[in-house]
């Protein structure tokens, strides 16, 4: 039997389902699987039992903390699909609007993290899910891959200036050649997880941290971070470097 | 039935595979292994192979019979399928955890404050504990026969004491259990200082229910980590036997010679030319009849004789690595620029010599010449040139040639030199206070410190022993001596002493001499104490006193009177020495309060002694010196320790060579070559600081993981009682400062649950944060002091984090992450902060409601 699928948006862009779509191997992972709900393609009147439920988008209101509870309810394994869903995603950032993960309300059994999940990283994760294995995730950071990556130094010291290169300055793929730390620019790869085969860095800018902490929370990565590192003075008063991805849980 | 009928049957065989595998497996857990419906055959079964096997009230398990017979079969199944056997399987090495809990009641102690009845039953309900035992005084010699027996009749290998603090017994517990238990498998819950002395029941509102709960959260976190941790390995460490003593003035003379004449190999390391210290320039040692430099040259004379000691003179350390036992010494022996063994002290190339400069070992009172014997009873007794002074050298080159010897090198290079040694001692000293501006200090117009006014005494110093003024050589008929110049914050042991001898010497020369001792109160904290210490009517203890100098007369002016003094000598005291910080480097420990090395905070294998510590008088800096060498010989008089190494382990699989520990590291321990990383184990003191910013985990700290202190957390937030106080305290400071206030039994919040970490730095925000989310209300830090931390600047990685993490938060939980520095002596301060960010939570969350 195929299993089941339901796929379900909350707050979010869409993206990850724009990206979803657009795989090579959608076509296949169609005839593979049974779609129960998928609202892009598919109209349903009810959420059904399915084998497994892909959840894209962050919680922001509470109407979808009941909707998520019965999403868990149907289905027997649960995904959080893109950064929204893992962590809270791009709506952290505001000051007036929820942004939670699935996980502060439900158990989740794996995620596919990135903004949106990076192509080949999402099908291999497909691939898993419709074999019904788990996803598996780097637990290393960007730099272990990073094309970037020079030699390191004791006790050298780090000062950062910038957070994005000057648009003049971005050098794409071979010309870039050394570390973003080390020229002043903020580059979250020490504190991000790997497995986005380093877009972002191979075009000449530095990462975000979409894929998520490897360990600990998004919020205290950022912290420990940057307490190693010197700050120029208008970037101390920049705080959107802490909630980029995630709100820290510490509110009650 | 003999051992062949039990085995015969594979079912049984089966049931003994499964207990070694498992090691204690309860009743149905078996019949689920054996795949059985019925009890009726297992039972049959367990009653054949009854000897075997032990049942306690929860689970079955090998006996030791039973686990010889598995031995053996595993033994004749490896050698029948070719294997050569040449390990024994230790029973000892087992990874199951079987945790006993003993309680003490500490002569009544706990049972005061706490219903021991109503823990002991909560501790044996806990899953993960097999026996709890109750001691009324678990220190008593007559208990350790008791406790060891219990310990193995339970088959117990993780033990959790529930008493006082570590810093009081911890040593002794690891000693009952030396050969049963590993020390890592010895978890202290401290009920005492941390429960029962604090929460003292009283007539007003505390509720006795409070410190029983927290009781009993202490102990179950006590539990919880004590079963995760990892066994550790062990190495063992022959220990050299030999010392090097840091510092050749009077406290590492005396303990060299002590150490030598019990047989151990002495290295006197001397960053100076000459040994002797400061004791040597003084003129004479109060109540001895002897000269002190008489009395310095005899010690020297024997240190030099002493076949067991190398002195190096002119030598500085570069760097100390190893550990107890065994550390590596480099040194830099700087050039002399004179050949010590050809030279035999004639002197010709002094005399020769044209350029002069102020003698620092006559403190700048006279002249040197560039090439010079720093004072007469100097050892080694040879000239040198100062490596910085080679710059002003005309380089004449006259001394080379008037050197009949030709002992003269000005080529001479830097020597480094390795030594191995098993242990090594700190007595450098420390140095004056200098800022004297204040009092006109002017040896040119007769305002002299008190070192000056001993060169002057002495008889081969500036005036050769005779009382006369440095401006015009008259004689002196007027002496103020003014007391406790230097830091306020505390006073000099020996000053009135200093005073009294300046008395005595002073009207050997001139009886009619006027000699006037001044206390200026002002200046003094503790001003009744010294009231009440000193009752010498000889003295004068004024509010305010002042120095005025016109036309050459200087005038002390105590509380409006006068005093004209034909000489003036303050009384310095001594402050830290300024090498201390360096040390700091290669040798752990930290500083107190006045910027004193710490005694308590010394690592092991590494001693102080003498002024290092604080002002010191001669008689106690001998007495602690002879007191240190007995601790060093007790040391070096084992073959060998063993020793095991606390510090950090790295997975590989997780680390992605970002580099931030190696940032972070303040001892350089971590280094990343060819995309590996590698940890330095004799440099790695366990601080934890990189394990705290490790951003994929792949680093911990073998002993304080990251998992016992989350799990400490979680179980500290089931306290029912609110607002919640978490307190990260630093092993060194933090928690003795919060022992301290249990050993005062000074009452604070029994909200307040203290969690150890090894130093501030260690605290991840990632802890901050999970306090916050499982429901606590309050952050407390407590750390070292500013540059007292034992890690070097652990306190400041913190303070980062914090300041930091501040920015990000929502603007009330500002006030509710506290960091504060405290010394190992201040419980009082820590139970104010604590009961003052208790009250504020109270406020706020009356408020919110």
Redesign the interface.
Known sequence: MKPRFNIISLTSCTGCISTLISLDIFPQFLERIKINYFLFILDSDDIEECEIALVEGCISEETQINLIRKIRKRAKRVFALGTCACFGGILSLSNSKKAEPLSNHIEIDGMIPGCPPPSKFFGNCLINLVGNKDIILSEKNMCANCPLRGSIEINSHIKITKINPNPEEIRLGEENSECFLNNGILCLGPITRDGCEHKCIKMGLPCEGCMGPVSKDFTSNVVNFLSLIELSQELQKYTGIYNRFSKPKINR | MDIYSILSHPFRRKILFLLEKEGYIPYTELMEKLNLDTTGQLNFHLKKIGSLIGKDNKAYFLTEDGKRVLKIINLNKRILAGEFIDEYFDSKRSEISRVGVIICNCNTEISNVINIKALENYVNKLKKVVSVKVFENLCQQKNFEKIRNWVKDNFINKIVIAACSPKTHQNLFERIFEDIIDHTNIEIANIREQCCWVHQPNDEQNNLSLPLEKGKLLIEAAVERVSFQKKIKVKRVEIEKSCAVLGGGIAGITLSLNLARAGIKVYLIEKSPTLGGKVARWHRIHNMGDCSICFISELIAELVNEKNIKIFTNTEIENVTGEVGNFTINMIKKPRYVDVKKCTGCKQCISVCSIEKPNQYEFGLSNRKLIYIPFIHSYPYAPLIDEEDLKNCLNCRICERACINKAIDLDQKEERIEIKVGTKVIAIGSDFYKDLEEYNYNPKKNIITSPEFERLLSSDGLTDGKLVKISDKKPIISISIIQEVGPSKYLSDFSEILAEKYIEDVKIRNPHCEVNVFYDLSRLKDKDEILLRSTNPKFIYANKISIKSSKDINYVIADNIEFQSDLIVLNIKYIPNEDLKNLRQYMDFTLDNNGFMSVDTLASGIYGVGTIFGPLNYNSTISTANNVALKVISLLSKDYLIAEFTGIEIDE????????C???CPY?AI??ERDKISIDKFKCKGGGTCA??C???AIDLNIDTSKKILRTIKIFSKFRSNPKIIAFCCASCGYAAADNAGLKKISYTPNVFIVRVPCTGRI???F??KS??L?FDGVMIVGCRQDACRYIDGVK?IE??IR??K????PK?KDRIILKHLNAVEGNKFADTANKLYNNLLEEIKYEA
Do not use: R, W
């Open positions: 699989n997780k680390c992605g060579l970002c580099g931030l190696l940032k972070i350089n280094t990343i705290s910013i951003p994929t985990n991840d925000t990632n901050i944060i916050f989310e429901g990685k980062n984090k930091l993490l920015n990000v938060i929502d939980y």
